[in-house]
């Protein structure tokens, strides 16, 4: 399996719901991403784990709460979410993180749509 | 700051010209520059990086530091190219910054 995916494609929920993105991958990757992407702007890093520890926060509001339960799995976690955090959310994955020797490739996910009514 | 630009938001061209998607960016290290891509209904996948200094599908891009830029080239377009292209720096050990991204169509 070389690929990373994500469930569901597709989420509306309402501000005072409580939901979860979930990603996976097979590939042993060690690494994993969640990005923000709101309409017709570039892909935002909000979290990075790294060996299933959350090692990057970007400033992102406590009503994003990311999980990492093992090296295949993360997730996300929403809560009292406002309109504007409607968006497709990414999640990517890597072998390893960039050190003195080599640069590991981002794998994405198609993503999540979700929208907050 | 560490940023990416990519000026063109839209970029059309017919096919068999010469293509160029211009990205220039400001950092203060030694810097790790990428191309990503995004086909209609695909996900975002990684076109190229400079480290790597090859090329795929026909595209090449060479990092000049002088002029801080890292163009995406190539020399006779395909309507398969029409896609969204995203120029990206690596920031520190896991960060990646994305410019504003290039909308390229290519017409018959």
């Known amino acids: 399996d070389t690929e990373v995916t994500q469930t569901p494609k597709h989420l509306v929920m309402g501000m005072t719901n409580k939901k979860s993105l979930k990603c996976e991958q097979h590939m042993g990757h060690r690494a994993m991403y969640w990005y923000k992407q709101k309409a017709k702007k570039p892909p935002e890093l909000m979290f990075v784990y790294s060996y299933e520890k959350l090692s990057i926060n970007e400033s992102v509001p406590s009503r994003f709460s990311p999980e990492c339960p093992n090296s295949s799995l993360l997730n996300l976690h929403l809560h009292a979410l406002q309109p504007e955090d409607s968006a497709l959310y990414l999640c990517?994955?890597?072998?390893?993180?960039?050190?003195?020797?080599?640069?590991?490739?981002?794998?994405f996910g198609p993503g999540t749509r979700l929208t907050v009514t | 700051a560490q940023r990416v630009t990519q000026p063109e938001k839209l970029l059309s061209v017919f096919k068999g010209a010469p293509v160029e998607l211009k990205c220039n960016y400001s950092y203060s290290g030694s810097p790790e520059l990428f191309w990503y891509v995004q086909y209609s209904r695909q996900r975002l996948q990684l076109l190229l990086r400079?480290?790597s200094r090859e090329s795929i599908k026909g595209f090449t891009a060479d990092l000049n530091k002088g002029e801080t830029s890292f163009h995406l080239k190539k020399p006779f377009a395909q309507e398969e190219d029409s896609a969204m292209y995203y120029c990206a720096l690596r920031k520190g050990a896991q960060k990646l910054v994305f410019g504003q991204g290039t909308r390229l169509t290519i017409n018959p």
């Open positions: 990517a994955s890597s072998q390893g993180i960039r050190d003195r020797f080599r640069s590991y490739e981002q794998y």
């Open positions: 400079h480290i």
